[in-house]
Each structure stands twice: as C-alpha cells, then as structure tokens.
C-alpha cells in the first residue's frame, strides 16, 4: 500500500525524501494546456513571416532564379534567392570532423548554384502573414538542370557513380579494434555472418521546428524549438559574424525533440539573416510535409556482423563492416551517430576480439544526424539479433547463450573489448525479474503447442539484454574523438532573501521534466520545500552556460551540477551560520535544512541565512553578502544504464499480421530521483522503438522524391497500436557520480528494437525465417515466408524445430 504525506503526495522511499518521490511534473499544468509559450505562438509588433521554396529535384544544377514576380503581389515584403545570401550566409557547421581525411563540403543554408536532395531550400518570400508568404511561393522560377540521383549507399560507392559532391561520394572510413581479431576468428567452430539494414527514420516531434528572429538594438535575439540554444548561439555567431555577445538564443518550451532538434538548421540561420537585413522579427514555422522533408533523418545504416563463437557459445570476437548514409551534407554530428555505437556492439558480453570498420557515404537525401539513441540503437540491434542467431545456431535457449557470455556482477567495474569500463550493473538480476514477469517458461510452452499443432498463428517470443554508454561526457573523452565540444555542464543556485531558491540549469529541456526532477535535488541537498524551488532554462540570457539536452545527459550531468552549486551554497551557509552561532566552523552540522550547533538546539535554518545575508548586518570578514553558488560538473565516465526487454508477438502466418501479445522491461538506471518520470521515458522509449520494428520508414522513390510527407504515408504507432507495457526496475548505482544516477531517456528505444524483432523472427524460424527486414509490416512478413516456402497451414514447422524456440540447428557458419 502506498503512503502518503499530508499534500496528498506519496510518501518517499526513504523517509519523505524528495529524490525517489513520485511526484507529477510541475511544468504539466502549463505544458498540458498550452498555457505557456512556445515559438510559434509569439506575436511581435511588426513581425513578418517567411516562407521557403524548396527543390523538386534530387539532384541538379540550378540555372536561373527570378524572384521578381513574386515581389510585387500583395503582402509580400521581400523575396531572395541564394544569390542574394551568398556572401553572409556561411556554411552550416559540422561539429564532429571523425578523421584527418573526412569531406566536409560547403553546405549552405539556401542552394546557390546546386541541389542535392528534395526539399532544399532555393529561395525564399517573406510577407505580412504566413498564407501570403506561402502563396507567393508560386511566382518564383527556377530552371533546374537535373543530375543522376544517388540513392544507394553500395552503389554511391561504386568506380563511376554520379558524384553528390566533387570530391567523390565516400565522406571517411573510420576504423576501431581491439585484441587480435585474426586468432578469434581463425578456426572459430561456430561463425555467424549477417547482414541487417537498419532503415531511415523520420523524428516526429509533436512540436513542429519553429524561429523567431528579432533585432534588438545591435543585437539578435532567436527564439528557436530547439534542444541546443548554447550551442545554437555559438554556432550561429560561427556561421553568420554576428558577434556572440550580440546574440541571445532562447528556447520557450519546446514539444518534444529526440534528436531532430538537436541541429544548427538552415532555417535558423536564414530567420536571423532576413531579420538583420529586413531590420524586422521575422518568423518561421514548418508544416509537418515540410518537416518531414527537411528535418534531419535518422539511422539508415547497412550493418554487416560477423560472430565467432565456441560450440558452448561462448563468443570469441564479433567484427562489424558498417555503410552509413549521411544524406547529402555533414551536418551538426553527422559522421560521429554512427561511431558513437562503434563502442557497444560487444554490448553486454564478454568477448576476446572486436573489429570495427564504418564508412560513411554521401547520397542525395535529406542528411542524417542524432536520433533518440544516436548510434547506440543500431548497435545493440545488431549484436542482439546476432546473438539470438548464435542461440539457433547451437540449438540453445536464447537467454542461456546470453548468460554464458555476460558480465557477471561480481566482474564490475569491467573494461570492455572496445575499451570501455563498465562501472557497476546487475545483468543476472534485471533478467530474472524480467523472466518471472513475463512468465516465459510458460510462454515457451504455450510456443510449443502451437508449433506442434501448426496453429496458423504463431508465438515468437524475442529477447534483449542491453547496455549503453550516455550521459554525452567526459570532455577529455569526447575531444579523443574529435568532437567539437565538451561534455561538461554548468549550473547555478541562488538563495533569495525570502528563503527561495532560483536554480538555473545550463541543461535545456523539451519535455523530460528537469523543473521537477531538479526541484526534488535542491529540496533534499538544502532541506528545503519542494514548492520553494523554481528552474530557470533555455536563454542564454539567463543561463549563460551550458551544452544543453541530448545523450541522456541531463540528469548525469546537468543534474549532478546542480547537486554541486548546492554543496557550495551549504558550504557558505555554514561559515554565516558558525559566525551568527558563535561556534566554530567544525562545530556547526547540517541537518534538515537547518545548521546547528553539535549537542545543542542552537541553530538557523539555510532560508534564515539567507535573510542574514541579504541584509549584511552581521557577515564574516571578507563574506560577500549572498550565498549563490555556481558549478560546473565535468564526468570522468559515461554512465551505462542497462536492463532487459522480453517481448511475446503473435504472427499470422497467413496474412503477415504481427500483434504484440505482452511486453516486459526492467531496466536499471542507476538511483531514481523520479519514478514517474523513469517510467515516462521508459513507455516513450519503447513505442519509438516498436515504431521502427513494426511501422516507420522513410521510403525515397528512384528518382529520389521522399514518398513519406505525410503523416498518412509515414507510419507512427498510435496508443491504439501499442500493449500494455510492465516494466519494473533493479537498481546498481552509478560510481562515476555522487548521485548514483544513470541516463534513462534512450533505453527504452535501445532495448526494444531487437526485442521485438528477435520476437518476429522467433515465431517464423521453424518456416526457414532468418530475418525479415524492418519494418515488419503484414506484407514484408508474408514475403519472407514466401520465400522460404512456408506460411500458413502450407506446411508444419521445418525439421528440427526445437520447442524451446530457437528452431533448428543451422549449419556452421551460417552465413547469408
């Protein structure tokens, strides 16, 4: 039976403690029913509106522009092609050069002289309202010359392909190892060699990408639906001149972003142009087809993986041969999402030797970047799929194999294959949870009977063990792999006379619930109410210092700075209190929000205190009168949260259905500060990652046209869509900081992936299934069993289908 406290909120685990509450987010109040601000909804005296013209064409070479007719119909202030930006515009940044040797071509915000994907940007019409500005669109001419699309990564790669740019189509090879890779694979009784496509992804805010430019003075003020407005300001003051000190970037409330804000956009850029030009605000709001065109993609790799095993299935090395498609440019962090999976394709398991290789490929499609999980999803998706592969191969119970080859608990911290230290985790713990939970035993024979009966519906039953590396950190670490900035976060805490307190977080959030979640870490580090806490966030006007929101970084990080600013505010609050107390410094304690003096009841509370120093009529010597503290919080580790996902569909062999039956996760994320929260990411994660099992994709025609624009042609699961999720937790504490926390925000979309793949594959293996590329529609299931002969009541499960699900025994090798 729950507890509860006399607000009516339950009670914590450790004696009504914040920091383990589950408490509802306070910023839903104003989130839920829009009464806040958010970009599009600002109205400025004079604010004009811009509207773009984008490319119908893959790839081509623009011959003319003329702008002049639109400029005269009614309402229309200016129209500009690239031209007339050619000399101010810059490039858009990419802050992660992987090699010595990447490409990194000229991207600039409008198209000057060519094109190279759908939707870029040629020219643009600003006018009074947005209808007018997108009605004007229509006058604007453009003769195009067209060029050869490129589309496929094997072929753009090929002697005598179409160039996307002029130095070729490959942007760099990246290459990885460790151990002698050689000896692990040479006489290897068991070899694995798959191919697996992880398909391009379309990020699906429920926020639209949004900018208001303003100039102010000297000075810019951008309002941007943007994860990132400290490294938005920097990067814009880079590409445009504009002095940093003249630009402020704020972020209102943002709905949502998984990546897909995580950009320095053409449209932000071009927004603070026209303003500076103009010398008016000057707004820009997509549609969802212009967003689905223009806002990065993500994933869209081919991975090659070879494992090799001993006959008891202990793993003696994995390689990976890995094609990412970047799209046309190097954006923000481009080249670096697919590396940063280059760490985690050992995953949870031990192993002798690792081999990593990525190239990237340029094509004429809408560029990649950072989508929930960056990298770190497409490996644990393959090394996950590998593995159940390894448990068909020798017969053998998909947990069992995992548990022959994991980390134990009494192993860590473990450093990896791929270099990594493992700081702390429980794999056996989560998956015995998971496995009662799910009730898989029972499963399994539920499974079996209906093999034997060769019921047309079949049960798969899928499993996923992950880990992952987050909390984007330590900047040492991150400068080792040539990113372009650190991994530290800043944060500050001001007591006010009143006895509030202000938190200012360098983190900037869209939607995780930071206001909360820090408010519960200052209430417990200061000892003071929940209620008395405010966040401030997202303009760098108020919080100057910061690398914002992505990487399950903001708790691991941003939080933990807060936690800091807050040891230094006691620390101050401790010398005002010894002094008014008349007590040495080592004498005076701090307990429940107050300092005391040891073994008496003499004592002030820190919102006392901060009275005292507000009015400065009785300070140390040299004390400045305020207690504020800053922090700055820089890991030495990046923390791995981990956990297992079991999934149970059920397939119609007739028509290719795929039904999700029941879904089981329990994860391991470190010290909870939020439970509700946790499991807010954990649901979110998981449908984003059902999404690409069972239903997104972004399909390119031949001639390179996006058939997707539409929420009607590209696919999201809807609640309708999705099970009832259990989900549980077991707990490791992080050692790499002092709140023993873990990142939370990608799990769920790591973890479920592969699980309910694995679940797919599961249920079609006996009919000769291998794999069924994503997503696993109806069609593309009936397809594979088409083409291994089975489906339907046409035949019984092929010879030598085990009943515990892992289906016959292939031969060695087992290459495809």
Known sequence: MTEHDGLGGPVGPDGGREVGRARRRREDARLITGRTRWTDNIQLPGMLHVAFLRSPLAHARI?????????????????FAGRDFDGEQGSLPCAWPVSEDVVIPDHPPMAVDRVRYVGEAVACVVATDRYRAADALEAVEVDYEPLEAVLDMTEALAEGAPAVHEAGNQAFTWKFSGGDVEAAFRDAPVLIDRTYVQQRLIPTAMEPRAVVAVPEGEGFTLYSATQIPHILRVMLALTTGIPEHLLRVVAPDVGGGFGSK???TAEEVLSLLLARRLGRPVKWTESRS???????HGRDQIQRISLAAERDGRIRGVRVDLLADMGAYLMLVTPGVPLLGAFMYNGVYKMDAYDFTCTGVFTTKMPTDAYRGAGRPEATFAIERAVDELAAELGLDPIEVRRRNWITREEFPYTTVAGLTYDSGDYEAATERAVALFGYDKLRAEQADRRE????VQLGIGVSTYTEMCGLAPSRVLGSLSYGAGGWEHAAVRMLPTGKVEVVTGTSPHGQGHETAWSQIVADALGVPFEDVSVLHGDTAVSPRGLDTYGSRSLVVGGVAVLAACEKVKEKAKRLA????????DDVEFSGGAFRVRGTEAGRTIQELALAAFAAHDLPDGFEPRLDAEATFDPENFSFPHGTHLCAVEVDTETGAVRIRSYVAVDDVGRVVNPLIVEGQVHGGIAQGIGQALYEEA?????GNLLTTTMADYLIPSAADLPDFVTDRTETPATSNPLGVKGVGEAGTIASTPAVVNAVV????PYGVRDVPMPCTPERVWRALARSGGGGTAGPPGPGAAADGTGAAETAGGAQ
């Open 63 to 79: 011959t003319r522009v003329d702008v002049s007719a639109a400029r005269s119909l009614p309402g229309v202030v200016a129209a």
């Open 262 to 264: 995580l950009q320095v």
């Open 290 to 296: 212009e967003g689905n065109l223009t806002v990065h």
């Open 453 to 456: 009966r060769r019921d047309p």
């Open 578 to 585: 010894a002094h008014l107390l008349e007590a040495a410094d």
């Open 699 to 703: 399909v390119y025609d031949t001639g």
């Open 762 to 765: 599961d249920a079609l293996r």
